[in-house]
């Protein structure tokens, strides 16, 4: 694939979504990740300087707030300044510089209502402030230029930054990495079952955007492996491929009353991006499976 951008800004560089884009940057990209400590991407003018210090061709928003039960309560206002107002702080300061920025957004700006995958057109609906949030950060970036992209991707895992091979210590965020230390601390968990979606491994998304930002125009897209699970069917999953004895007990997400709604079905239609170029992700059960084979 040839490089499209010369030097391309992301931050939220210590995410693993971030982590992967940098490690997987086309030739002739020049990647400089900057963390949430090295840039609060809701400072106007902490924005606006590394912009015009780096002038960057493209810049990457890998930053983002989503401790989605936290959003409902002490977490509100965190989850609103850097999912909305700071995508508003570096939407504007690219438009100002022309360049692209390329936001990520989520499957939880649907309601789960629907049982087929989700596609750019149907309408959104979050349950909760986190979707909430995520949906104004979409709707700014699109809205301040044509050049931006908004890419929906959900339920993401992969390799973390600062972990060695074999560690378990960091998993938060990643379903397969926090069901590996749970599994290996207890005989049972409960599991919901009837949250449907799409896992998503972080280093095939990773290529897959490199392909649609350097093929497709600016817009909203949507992207993740293929097929789709219950969360419950996931865990049973983890555990059979690492030969861990864990049993899960299913239940249902009324009966499980975490604090955030969540959509109950949530597997997003890939079919948009695909049409600009992009290769079809493997099967998330593929993609788990070389995941924990790694660990």
């Not at 930002?213 to 555990?239: H, K, P």
């Not at 975490?258 to 059960?285: C, D, E, I, Q």
């Amino acid at each position: 694939m040839n490089s499209k951008f010369g030097k391309v800004l992301i931050t939220g560089a210590s995410g693993q979504l971030a982590q992967a884009l940098m490690h997987s940057a086309p030739a002739g990209t020049e990647c400089v990740g900057l963390s949430r400590a090295e840039l609060d991407i809701a400072d106007e003018a902490g924005v606006q300087a590394a912009i015009t210090s780096l002038q960057p061709d493209c810049v990457i928003n890998g930053a983002a707030y989503n401790l989605v039960d936290k959003a409902e309560g002490a977490g509100m206002e965190a989850a609103l300044r850097i999912n909305a107002l700071g995508v508003a702080r570096l939407a504007k300061a690219c438009r100002d510089a022309d360049i692209p920025l390329v936001h990520f957004s989520t499957d939880f700006v649907f309601d789960g209502e629907k049982r087929t995958p989700y596609t750019e057109a149907d309408a959104t609906h979050p349950l909760s402030v986190y979707g909430a949030s995520k949906l104004a950060g979409e709707n700014i970036a699109l809205a301040a230029s044509p050049l931006h992209f908004a890419i929906r991707v959900c339920r993401l895992f992969g390799p973390i930054v600062g972990e060695t091979t074999g560690s378990l210590q960091k998993p938060a965020g990643n379903f397969p990495l926090l069901m590996l230390r749970l599994g290996q601390e207890r005989e049972s968990l409960k599991i919901v079952s009837d949250q449907i979606g799409s896992p998503s491994y972080t280093p095939d998304l990773a290529r897959g955007i490199w392909q649609l930002i350097t093929r497709g125009e600016g817009g909203l897209y949507q992207l993740s492996n293929a097929g789709e699970v219950s969360f419950d069917e996931y865990a049973r999953a983890v555990f059979k491929l690492a030969g861990i004895n864990c049993r899960v007990e299913s239940v249902t997400t009324q009966e499980y009353g975490a604090p955030a709604h969540r959509p109950l079905y949530s597997t997003l239609n890939n079919a948009k991006a695909h049409a600009t170029g992009v290769t079809a992700l493997r099967h998330w059960h593929d993609a788990l499976t070389e995941f924990v084979q790694q660990l």
